[in-house]
């Protein structure tokens, strides 16, 4: 069994920056794809980015490249979501997510196996 657990979010003003980091536990997470999605208080919960097993290979939603960087740290099982020049729209709640095989969005067979608990971004404008 996999469990993840997030920390880092919080309250920033417009342009600020925050750290967000999901612990992870099992001992095969270090070979699994992980990523972020994030649901925003009415909306529908939405792919930010993911990270191969390796660190090698990341992909990001339009909304956030350029602005938001994942990476991951095996050897402390952690997966991190640097985010900087935040806006409003950010606001969210934002969970970690890790996948057996491959995460959506992607082939139909993509798919998040675990999922943390959340932690809340709030960007004041």
């Known amino acids: 069994q996999v469990q993840l657990v997030e920390s880092g979010g919080g309250l920033v003003q417009t342009g600020g920056s925050l750290r967000l980091s999901c612990a992870a536990s099992g001992r095969t997470v270090s070979i699994y794809p992980m990523g972020w999605f994030r649901q925003a208080p009415g909306k529908e919960r939405e792919f930010v980015a993911s990270?191969?097993?390796?660190?090698?290979?990341?992909y990001y939603a339009g909304s956030v490249k350029g602005r938001f960087t994942i990476s991951r740290d095996n050897a402390k099982s952690t997966v991190y979501l640097q985010m900087n020049s935040l806006k409003p729209e950010d606001t969210a709640d934002y969970y970690c997510a890790a996948g057996k095989t491959c995460l959506p969005p992607g082939p139909v067979e993509c798919r998040v196996d675990y999922w943390g608990q959340g932690t809340r971004v709030t960007v004041s404008s």
């Open positions: 990270v191969d097993w390796s660190g090698g290979s990341t």
